[in-house]
């Protein structure tokens, strides 16, 4: 891993805490020699990346991070706007992007249909990569070393349909990689089924984009969304998806 992977994943652990962490919380969490996290954050808090907080022990986000997230949020959304909204129009059901945020995958922007899906996912809630298609589409792009890495060693179960068998993820991660679709069948929450396409953005990073609707409609309209994923990626391979997870 390199110096800047540690960074994101040190980054990224503050982020999602919702306080301020010690070195000690830093290493549990990240699962980073408690050493590497030291020299890390030391690097993070002479650019401001990180500050310490007077109050209690421990570090939180700094101000220096602001000029670039602000500005890559705003470009990230101006790049894909006008996509998810045909892809919107085309299904009458949630659309959502989404990007790597560390070990997670983190839903930046949103197209809520008429008939909202209330309580589910909103901006800046973040996923398990393994238990989310969005997540899957995401892993689907990278190489399996890579994969490995950013697993945890237990593959948490979220509901019964939740794959949480290391070689069964990476199998369907080929399959995904073939088709460029990824299906959740209530494998994070109960009542909720997506399907996903990853891909790189316009903006150079990787991304991926889904569909998602309550079950009782996904019988009835998997097969249009996979296929109207075409609208936000090319490569997407809508035959074969749609044999791949029986849609038809």
Known sequence: MTDIGRATIVLDAIAESG???TL???????????????????????????????ERPGYVLGPGLL????????????ANRARLASLAREVNENVELAVFSGREVLVVDQIASP??????TKVGRSFSLHAS???????????????????????????????????ALMAELAEIRRSHVAVDVEE????????????SGPT??????????????????AALAVESLQLVNPSVDPDLAIQQYKLG
């Open 19 to 21: 306080g301020p962490l």
């Open 24 to 54: 000690t919380d830093l290493a549990a969490r990240t699962r980073l020699p408690r050493s590497t996290v030291h020299r890390v954050i030391r690097a993070l808090e002479e650019e401001l990346y990180v500050v310490r907080v007077p």
């Open 67 to 78: 000029k670039f997230g602000m500005n890559a949020h705003l470009r990230l959304l101006a």
């Open 115 to 120: 008939e909202r899906l209330k309580g589910v």
């Open 133 to 167: 298609c969005i997540g899957m589409a995401l892993l689907a792009q990278l190489p399996g070393e890579r994969v490995a890495e950013l697993l945890p060693a237990e593959l948490e179960r979220f509901t019964p349909n939740t794959v949480t068998d290391r070689g």
């Open 188 to 199: 994070h929450d109960i009542g909720i089924c997506a399907v996903a396409t990853g891909m």
């Open 204 to 221: 150079g990073a990787l991304q991926a984009v889904s569909v998602v609707m309550p079950t009782r409609r996904f019988r009835a309209k």
